[in-house]
Each structure stands twice: as structure tokens, then as C-alpha cells.
């Protein structure tokens, strides 16, 4: 069977081709951002830069970084390149602590929005033939509004239901024939318990493909979600500050989410030593956008950890592949000076039988040292009338983790269904050292 | 012989007993025996309901976990010695006990017991002409 890509010409084109592409672009770029941003123009004076210096990809490492501080200190429109007459899009990422970070795309910015996205669609095979219900929130987030732009370039069927309202969500999904699901994974398992608790059967939906992305989710989760929801679950890649969604996507191979590489340049550093990183190696996403218009984005650090990788991939697309996130630093939880990231705990839970993916990971420093608590729902057949047995699971389930993570946890049973499900990004984590 | 039990898993947390209670009288089903074992981490609320089918359905609509066991009850005299003697003729039959519970109002002693095998010990009870007491009759009381 042909695989289906949107745009053969850029999705496989040859690596020294795209290299050339890349740099071309990033010249182009690089000479907006100096004369139109003058926060860019004074950071690369600092360093002796000027437009002329930047000739091709090899050039980037010079370049300064950007982090979401900067875009912070810039509000709200401080690091825009075009006159706010030629912005048509404002969105903005809900800040838990200060100001939002705020983004505006150009006519053209959205056009090349929609062209990801619809590279990312026809890769996990969503057509014209598509009804595509997309559970994503809606309005200042990226999420809704990016999938909604691409189902529509591809020709879907769009149902733009927006996140939230669960029973609306199978009334749709029944009655419409929702072939296509878009929403966070931990979104998507919810819904699947909400199918089971239903009066609708599985096999009365026609859904086929799930389009999960927005927060950072396991191989093992996939697995998890695609066993409940009888579907095949292509993960999505994107952050606002970028573009959105659309930023790289699943093949149906999925080993990588192949980046938009003519669009979004990326590079992996060490965190630590800003140093750029061989091929392979793990460490922090970096992109540059260089087809941006409203906001183009110089070395953008984006906190995810992951790596890259060039060979061309099984499905024919030339484009650079990025492991699956599992970790944001930004997630990274150090426990008695050891790392830690919540998804490795979902690993573990995903991996035994007798537990679900609903957990809570308390922490908190008592005498001076961190504890860590995991409060963790177990399948429903095993709340045991034995106090013997629950004991034995409690101390299975905390061996099991123990072993994983290198750390001492205290494992505590709850209630079925008593861990909050999330219509949105799932909290995981309380960090009670920070509340104090 | 053989009785169900419903086992209700419960987290530390105020109230939380009083909820099934609730649920339960609202549904109007009486509960003829219970026992709560706890432990620092959580609790097993085991008891004895006149609808087991029922109370089970509505407790887990409620959203809480209940697994169904099965025990066998008997009454026994009043006296120095009866449990003992009752219990020996489990352990002379090889029949474990996970747990009991009970109480002697008057005359006889009442005892919910499970044991690692309800059918063989309704056997040796029956053998040894002790006084079982069925689903039906714990409703009565
Ligand atoms: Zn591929």
C-alpha cells in the first residue's frame, strides 16, 4: 500500500537539499529578526554578530538562545517582527506563575500552520474520507485551533467540540461517526473508561486514529490507549511559542516524530554547558523557526528532553525523527539529589496488571530529607477482602517502582476512582516542598 | 450454608464509613453483621447485607470497590470452651481461618468466620451436628 504524504517535495527530500533549504531560509530569517526585532538585533550585537556572520545552518551554534523568560519580558507583543496591522492571530499560553507568553501569527504563519498540520494528519492516514472530532480546548491554546486548520486543509470533516463535556463528546462520536479522536492522551483514557461506562459499544463507533499529544506521555501509555479505544494513537509535537501543534509528528511507523525541518530547525545541547550535541545523544530541543513571520523565534530552548536522529525512516520521509518526550526538565523532579520524572513511574504502573495509569505522586521534605508518596488506584478485581493480599500488592507495586527509580517510595492504595481525571493535561505532581 | 460477604475497600478518611451506611439505609437494606479491619494505610469494611446482589450493585455505582466472599455463620453456646471446641474441629480437618467476628447476646455466641474453604467446613459443621445459621436466617434477627 502507497503511504500517503502531504508534501513529498519537502517530506523527502534529500538531507543535503533540505541543508540548503535550511540555510536559505535561516539567512532570510536572520536578517528579519535583526532589523525588525530590536530585543535580537541588541543580543547579537552583544556577541558581534550581525546578519552577515549567519550563512548557513553550521552558523546557528553562534546564535544567542531564547527562553520563555525572554518572551515573558518582552509582553506582550515586545519580540514581534511584523507591525501588529499584519498580525491576524493572537494566542497565548496560560502562565502559572506571572504573565502568559503571548504569540501572533501573519496570514502566511497560518497557512504554514495548516500545511504542518496537515502533514502530521495525512501521516497518521486522516483524509478527506475523515470526520475528525477534535476534544482539544479551544481559544487562547494552541491545541483546538491547530487541528482544527489542518482536518480542514486535508479535507476532513471537522467537529470542533473543543475539550471537556465527556457525554456530549460519546453523543458526538456515535452519532457522527467520528472516525478521528484529537486530545491529550490523558483526555483519551478517560474517555475510554467513559465508553466502558456507557451505554454505547465500541463496535458501534467507527472511531480509528487517535491524535494525542500536548503532554508528554509513554510508549507503554500508547499502548494502554490504543488497547482501550481499539485504535492506532499517533503522538503530536508542538508547543505555542513554535507554532502549535504541527511542529513534528507519528509516522505510522512510529519511531520518531519527524520534524517539519524546513520550518523548524532543530539542535539538541547539553543543558547545562549550552553545548551543542553529537547526533544520538540525549539532551535539550532547540529550534529555531525560519519561516516565521509574526514571531520568529532564534534558538528557542524548549525544555524537552529527547534525541535525534537522521537516517531516512521506513515510511520514505527524509525528515529528522526526534524520540517520543518523556521528560520535560521543567517535569524533572529531584528527590534526594536523584532525577526523576513522573513518566517513569506511569512506565511501571502501565507494565503491571494489578495497577492503572491513575496515580498522584506526592512530595514532600520531612526532617530535612524528601519523601515521596505514590497514591495509586489498582484494578478493580484486586481490592481484596484479605488484608494480607492488599499488604502484598502494596509492597509489590512499591518493590516494582523502588527498583525502577533508584528510590524509596511509600506506596498508599486508594479508592477506585478517586484520583482526579483530567479533561485537560493530567496533574500528577504535588510538590509540597514548593508550597511552603 | 454459604454466606456473602460484601468486602468494601476504604481509604483512611473521615466520613467515609458513614457514606456507605447511608447509601445502603437510602436503598433500604439492612446490614445483619459487619466488621471493620483496618490497618494505617486503609480499611476493609466486611458485612453481611439482606440484598448482597443489591447492595452491591449500588455500592459500586458509587464508586466504591466491593469483592464478594463467602463465610458460613453458627451460633454456639454461651460458654467457657464452645468456640474452642468449634474450632478444633476445623483444625482437626485441616480448614484455615482468615478471620472472625461475633458476639454473645444471651444464651449463644454468633460467629461470622471465613474460612480458606466455606463448602468443606459446612461439611465438618454438618458432620458434627453444629448449629448453622443460613443468609436467611441472619436477616431475621
Ligand atoms: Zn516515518
Known sequence: MEISIWNRHFETMPREQMKNVQSERLREAIERVYYNVPYYRAKMQEKGLGPEHIKSVDDLNKLPFTTKQDLRDNYPFGLFALPMSEIIRLHASSGTTGRPTVVGYSRRDIAVWSEVMARTLTSAGVSKNDFIQIAYGYGLFTGGLGLHYGGEKVGASVIPISGGNTRKQ???????????????????????????????????????????GAEPWTDNMRKEIEKKLKIKAFDIYGLSEIIGPGVSFDCEYQNGLHINEDHFIPEIIDPDTLEVLPEGELGE???????????PIIRYRTRDLTRLHFETCRCGRTLVRMEKCTGRSDDMLIIRGVNLFPSQIESVLLEMDETTPHYLLVVDRINNLDTLELHVEVEDRFYQDKISELQNLGKKIKNQIEST????VNVKLVEPKTIERSEGKARRVIDKRKIR | MIIEQLSVFLENRSGRLHEVFEILGKNNINVSACSLADTSEFGILRLIPSDPIQAREILKKNLFSVNVSEVISFAAPNSPGALSRTLKILADAGIGVDYLYGFSPGEKSFIVLRPDDAAKAVAEFQKHEMELLSASDLYKF
Request: proline share 2%.
Open chain 1, 170 to 212: 460519546l453523543q458526538l462520536m456515535n452519532d457522527f461517526g467520528s472516525t478521528v479522536l484529537a486530545c491529550t492522551p490523558s483526555y483519551a483514557s478517560y474517555l475510554a473508561e467513559a465508553i466502558d461506562e456507557s451505554d454505547i459499544r465500541r463496535e458501534d463507533l467507527k472511531l480509528r486514529v487517535g491524535i494525542f
Open chain 1, 405 to 408: 527509580i533508584g528510590l524509596t
Open chain 1, 285 to 295: 530541543l532547540v529550534f529555531t523557526t525560519v519561516t516565521k513571520e509574526g514571531l
